[in-house]
């Protein structure tokens, strides 16, 4: 059973509540349509509600079970400007700009219904450029307790190859978000990758810390030298945030996906030929690699998932299908599941 299979079944038994910023578009429609016909929870959509009404007519969908908002017209835009207005005062972000009219714009009236807990998690970006989104979610939602670095993940599967990662699945780091991250981004992005990766799971992460090199002695070349750093980074700050996890690194990713060639290649450990989670040096190198796995094998991918903040987001491609966005919404409704839930009777990855 696939995990997007396996999640669903649980959000059954404890469904969520998913707002989607860009409601009118017909992928997101879909995907709402089939969150709500599976019983996984209630699909908000956000935007003019006459335009998804004839686009869901036009798709010969209906709307029962999903909930409407015209955040121009919903009773919660007086409160939010307020929240927003406070987040301005008193926040640390760079938010700018009139209370009042943020607030009518779906991206930060999702934000603030998730911050206000009417909403579980929130998916945008379907049809706006990823910097848009983005900017609202990292200035409205509190960072995860321990942690700086906002990143993103990309949950890839494959079903040929159950071998793979946690039974075909893998999770990329970061492939949308930072550029250049320093070492101690890396560990952060390698801790809360990890985390999420054993709550949506159940299994132990087995963290691979990528580089063009596999454990080279006495590198003096500047991108292996902070890969080195980070690995050490994060196996401490995934201890320091409660994240049991096997780190290791730098390490090339044929040496962590493969155990013949990890063999081969004279790598021991729990993470090599086993890795399930790839922390990748730059924002080049995964945004490259996870497009690319993708298009040329025809991989199911989900997200991208926003890791660091106190919140379920996701940030997608707008190239994506209708199947992604849906099992996007499935991975952070899913994330809003306590573990003891997701996985009763099972003890936490250790």
């Excluded at 989104?133 to 960072?143: H, V």
């Excluded at 990143?151 to 040929?160: F, T």
């Excluded at 996870?290 to 106190?310: D, F, H, N, R, S």
Aim: aromatic share 4%; with cysteine.
């Amino acid at each position: 059973m696939s995990l997007i299979s396996r999640l669903s079944a649980r959000l059954q038994n404890h469904p969520k509540r998913v707002v989607f910023t860009e409601g009118a578009d017909p992928r997101i429609i879909q995907a709402a349509r089939q969150f709500a016909t599976k019983k996984l929870g209630v699909p908000i959509l956000l935007g003019d509600r006459q335009r998804i009404k004839i686009n869901a007519a036009r798709l010969n969908l209906p709307l029962e079970g999903i909930r409407v908002l015209e955040p121009d017209r919903a009773d919660e835009l007086g409160s939010y400007a307020e929240k927003l207005a406070s987040i301005q005062r008193y926040g640390q972000s760079n938010l700018s700009g009139d209370p009042a009219e943020l607030a009518r714009n779906p991206n930060y009236f999702g934000c603030m219904m998730v911050a206000s807990a009417s909403a579980d998690a929130i998916v945008t970006g379907a049809t706006a450029s990823s910097a848009s989104g983005l900017r609202a979610l990292l200035q409205t939602l509190p960072r995860q307790g321990g942690v700086k670095t906002v990143s993103s993940m990309l949950i890839m599967e494959s079903e040929a190859n159950a071998k793979l990662g946690s039974s075909g699945v893998l999770f990329l780091a970061d492939c949308a978000v930072v550029p250049e991250p320093t070492s101690d981004q890396l560990a952060d992005i390698a801790a809360t990758t990890a985390g999420l990766a054993a709550h949506l799971t159940g299994d132990r992460p087995r963290v691979a810390m990528l580089g063009y090199s596999t454990h080279a002695p006495a590198t003096r070349v500047a991108s292996i030298q902070r890969v080195k750093a980070a690995t050490e980074l994060a196996r401490r700050r995934a201890e320091e945030i409660g994240v049991g996890a096997d780190i290791d690194g730098e390490m090339q990713v044929d040496a962590a996906l493969d155990a013949f060639t990890a063999e081969a290649k004279g790598v021991e450990g729990p993470v090599a030929g086993r890795a399930n989670v790839l922390v990748f040096p730059d924002l080049n190198a995964g945004n490259i690699a996870a497009k690319m796995v993708q298009i040329v094998a025809g991989i199911p991918a989900y997200g991208q998932i926003l890791t660091g903040l106190e919140r379920p987001a996701a940030e997608i491609s707008r190239g994506a299908s209708a199947h992604d966005i849906l099992g996007t919404a499935v991975v952070v409704a899913a994330q809003a599941v306590d573990r003891r839930f997701l996985y009763p009777g099972e003890a936490p990855a250790a």
